[in-house]
C-alpha cells in the first residue's frame, strides 16, 4: 500500500512538470524587432528636401502591458515608454511645423492607423500622452493599435507621435509607448515624413552603385527596442533627377527684325521614371489645387502611389489631426528654364503649356515644335507655366496675339536675365518622359539706334525653386533645389556688316588716293534700308589710327574722302569695316601735281562673317549679304 501511494506522488509530480512544460511552449517568444527601410525610395540629387522611404521596426514576440487591477472601466497600468531618435547621414530638412519648439512633420506612427483611428501627440503637449496596457488573454485579445487607453480617453490610444529635430541631422520621439504584441500578431513602428538634403551627397560616376540616404534609429532612454538586425538602414538612393539639353546656336542680324523666330529649343529629361511629380495624389490638370488624403501605409498603395507626388504621408483630417499640413508639399515639380544676356529690344516667348507626346521620336528637337498643347493621354506628362518660382499654383496668362498665340512675354530684367517656371500637373512615374520648351524671339531693326542690341544669349535649365538653405526650415518651400542649371549659347544678333578691302592705297611720293563709299541698301528690290558708320583700318607705312567716318552713311547716299585728310603720308592698304550691308567702295589714284599715272578701282568685298578665328563671331549671320570676294 506504501508503495502504491509512493507511486501515486511520483505520478502527480510528473504531471505538475508535464503541465508546466506545456504551459512554458505556450508562452511567447523573446520580445525581438527588425528594422527595414522597405523599397528605398529614388530620390534627385539637386533636391535638397528628397522624401525618403519610411523606416520600419516590425516587433513580434515578447509580453504585452497587464491591464492591471481597474476600477470600473479605469485601466491603470501605463505602457513603458522611450525617446526613439532617427539619424541621417546628411541634413534632415523636414519641414518644422512650429519654429519655436522645432516641431517637425516627422511623424512616427504606431501600427498604421487608419485616418478615422489617428490620435496625435504633439510636441510640447500639455496633456500626458500615455497609453495603458490591454494584455493578450483570451478575454481581452491584443488588437495592434486598440490599447486599453480607450477605456481612460474615451478614444484611441495615441498612435502618431510627431518630431522634434534636436540637430541639423536627426529627429526625436519623445514618450514613444513600447508594448510587445505577444504572440497575436505584430506591432509596427513606422518612421515617416522624413526629408533629406540629397544634393550633399552627390552622383557617383556611371559604373558606381548609387550613393544610398540611410536611418539609424536609437532608444535613448526608458523601454528597450530590441533591433535584432542592423538599426542602420538605407532608406533612399542618390540619382540623377534631370538631363538638360539645349538646341544650336542661332544668328540673327541686328538689320533684320523678326516676328516670333524660334530662336532655341531646350529639353527637361526625367533623370529617373519617377524624377518628376505632382504636388499631390488629387493633383490634375484641371484641378491643380485639389488635395486628397496620401495616408494608405499599406505595402500595396493602389491609386495612393506616393512615386507620383513630392507629397509624403498626408492627412487632411482635421476632426483627429491637429496637424493637417504635416507631409504636404508646396507645389509639384517645377521646371526651370533661365535665360541670360538677352540683347536690349528682344523679347522673349515661351509656351504657356507643355505636353510629352510618346508618339515622338526627335522631341521637337529638330525645331518642328508639336507638344505645346493638352495632354497627349491621361497619363503622360504635363505642365503648365506658373507666375513664380516658389510661391503657390497660379498659371500664367497667355499674352501673345497672332502667331505667338498661347505664348507669354518672358520678364526680362536691366542686366540680360529672365526666367520661365513650368509646374508639373500629370506624370507617369513608371516612364522617362521629357518636355521641350520652345524659345521665341521678337525685335524690330533699327541699327542706327544700335537696337536691337548685339551679343549672345544663353539658355539653361533646373528643378525651381532654388535654394542654399539646406536646413530645416518653417518658412521655405517644399520642395527646393541647388541651382545645377549650366548656361550655354542659344542665340546670337551680329551687327550688320560689309567688310571692303582697299588693296592699296598711297599718299606718298605726290601721289593721292580718293575713297567713295555707297550705301546701296536703298534699291527696288525692296531690301531692307540701313545705315551705319564707316571705320577705316590702315595696314602699312605711316598706319595711322583707325578712323571712323564722323556721321552715319544714309541708305542711298555716297561717302567720300582724301588719304591725305584721314591718314596723310601713308602707303598700303585698307581694310573698312560698314555697319550695314550693300556697301560699295572706289578708289581713285592719281598724281596730285600733274594728273599722270592715274587709276581707278572697286573695293573688293571681304567674306562676312571674316575668316579669322575670333574676329567678329557673329557678325552676318545666316543672311550676309553680297560676297563679291575670290
Not at 23 to 37: D, L, R, V
Not at 155 to 161: A, L, R, T
Not at 429 to 454: D, K, M, Q, R, W
Not at 470 to 477: E, F, G, Q
Request: some cysteine; charged content about 10%.
Amino acid at each position: 500500500m506504501a508503495d502504491f501511494r509512493r507511486s501515486i506522488i511520483v505520478l502527480a509530480a510528473l504531471a505538475l512538470i508535464l503541465g508546466t512544460v506545456s504551459t512554458a511552449s505556450a508562452a511567447a517568444p523573446p520580445f525581438a524587432c527588425i528594422a527595414s527601410g522597405g523599397t528605398p525610395a529614388q530620390v534627385r540629387s539637386q533636391g535638397l528636401t528628397e522624401k525618403v522611404g519610411d523606416l520600419l521596426i516590425t516587433c513580434t514576440g515578447g509580453t504585452p502591458t497587464d491591464p492591471g487591477s481597474t476600477s470600473g472601466t479605469v485601466t491603470i497600468n501605463v505602457i513603458p515608454v522611450a525617446n526613439v531618435q532617427v539619424f541621417l547621414n546628411t541634413s534632415l530638412t523636414s519641414r518644422l511645423l512650429t519654429a519655436s519648439t522645432n516641431a517637425s512633420e516627422a511623424e512616427l506612427l504606431i501600427d498604421d492607423p487608419t485616418e478615422a483611428n489617428v490620435r496625435v501627440c504633439l510636441v510640447g503637449q500639455a496633456t500626458s500622452c500615455n497609453d495603458f496596457g490591454n494584455g493578450a488573454s483570451a478575454t481581452s485579445p491584443f488588437v495592434p493599435g486598440a490599447g486599453g487607453g480607450a477605456a481612460v480617453t474615451g478614444g484611441n490610444p495615441y498612435n502618431v507621435y510627431q518630431g522634434q529635430q534636436v540637430t541639423p541631422a536627426s529627429v526625436t520621439f519623445n514618450n514613444v509607448p513600447i508594448d510587445p504584441p505577444g504572440t497575436q500578431g505584430t506591432r509596427v513602428f513606422r518612421v515617416t515624413n522624413i526629408r533629406a538634403d540629397a544634393n550633399a551627397l552627390g552622383v557617383t560616376s556611371a559604373n558606381a552603385p548609387p550613393v544610398g540616404i540611410s536611418e539609424t534609429i536609437t532608444v535613448s532612454s526608458g523601454a528597450q527596442l530590441p533591433i535584432n538586425n542592423n538599426a542602420q538602414q538605407v532608406v533612399a538612393f542618390v540619382l540623377n533627377g534631370l538631363v538638360v539639353t539645349p538646341g544650336a546656336l542661332t544668328a540673327f542680324q541686328q538689320c533684320v527684325s523678326q516676328t516670333f523666330a524660334l530662336a532655341e529649343t531646350i529639353q527637361l529629361t526625367k533623370g529617373f521614371p519617377a524624377a518628376f511629380k505632382i504636388r499631390n495624389i488629387g493633383t490634375t490638370p484641371s484641378a491643380p489645387n485639389a488635395l486628397l488624403a496620401q495616408d494608405n501605409l499599406s505595402q500595396n498603395q493602389g491609386t495612393e502611389n506616393p512615386a507620383i507626388a513630392e507629397s509624403d504621408y498626408y492627412d487632411p483630417n482635421a476632426a483627429v489631426n491637429p496637424i493637417t499640413n504635416a507631409g504636404l508639399a508646396d507645389f509639384g515639380t517645377r521646371l526651370r528654364v533661365v535665360v541670360g544676356g538677352v540683347q536690349s529690344g528682344v523679347t522673349v516667348w515661351v509656351p504657356v503649356t507643355l505636353a510629352f507626346d510618346p508618339t515622338m521620336t526627335t522631341n521637337a528637337l529638330n525645331g518642328t515644335v508639336v507638344n505645346t498643347g493638352a495632354p497627349a493621354n491621361a497619363t503622360s506628362l504635363y505642365a503648365v507655366l506658373v507666375t513664380s518660382e516658389g510661391g503657390a499654383f497660379t498659371a500664367a496668362t497667355a499674352n501673345g496675339t497672332g502667331a505667338s498665340a498661347g505664348y507669354e512675354s518672358v520678364t526680362i530684367s536691366s542686366t540680360g536675365v529672365g526666367e520661365a517656371v513650368y509646374e508639373v500637373l500629370q506624370v507617369n512615374p513608371g516612364v522617362v518622359e521629357s518636355l521641350t520648351v520652345p524659345v521665341y524671339i521678337s525685335y524690330t531693326a533699327n541699327p542706327g539706334a544700335n537696337s536691337p542690341g548685339l551679343g549672345t544669349a544663353t539658355i539653361g535649365g533646373s528643378f525651381a525653386p532654388i535654394s542654399t538653405d539646406v536646413n530645416a526650415s518653417a518658412t521655405d518651400p517644399i520642395p527646393r533645389f541647388a541651382d545645377t542649371s549650366v548656361a550655354a549659347n542659344a542665340w546670337s544678333i551680329g551687327k550688320c556688316a560689309t567688310h571692303l578691302l582697299f588693296p592699296f592705297v598711297t599718299n606718298q611720293a605726290g601721289f593721292e588716293t580718293g575713297f567713295a563709299i555707297s550705301n546701296t541698301s536703298m534699291d527696288q528690290y525692296g531690301t531692307s534700308t540701313q545705315t551705319g558708320i564707316c571705320t577705316f583700318n590702315f595696314f602699312g607705312d605711316k598706319a595711322p589710327a583707325a578712323f571712323p567716318t564722323p556721321a552715319a552713311i544714309a541708305a542711298g547716299t555716297t561717302y567720300t574722302n582724301l588719304a591725305s585728310a584721314i591718314s596723310p603720308g601713308f602707303q598700303g592698304y585698307v581694310i573698312v569695316d560698314c555697319q550695314f550691308q550693300y556697301a560699295h567702295g572706289f578708289a581713285f589714284i592719281t598724281q596730285a601735281s600733274t594728273f599722270l599715272g592715274t587709276e581707278g578701282y572697286l573695293a573688293l568685298i571681304i567674306p562676312d562673317p571674316p575668316r579669322s578665328a575670333g574676329a567678329f563671331p557673329n557678325i552676318g549671320g545666316n543672311n550676309p549679304g553680297e560676297q563679291l570676294g575670290f
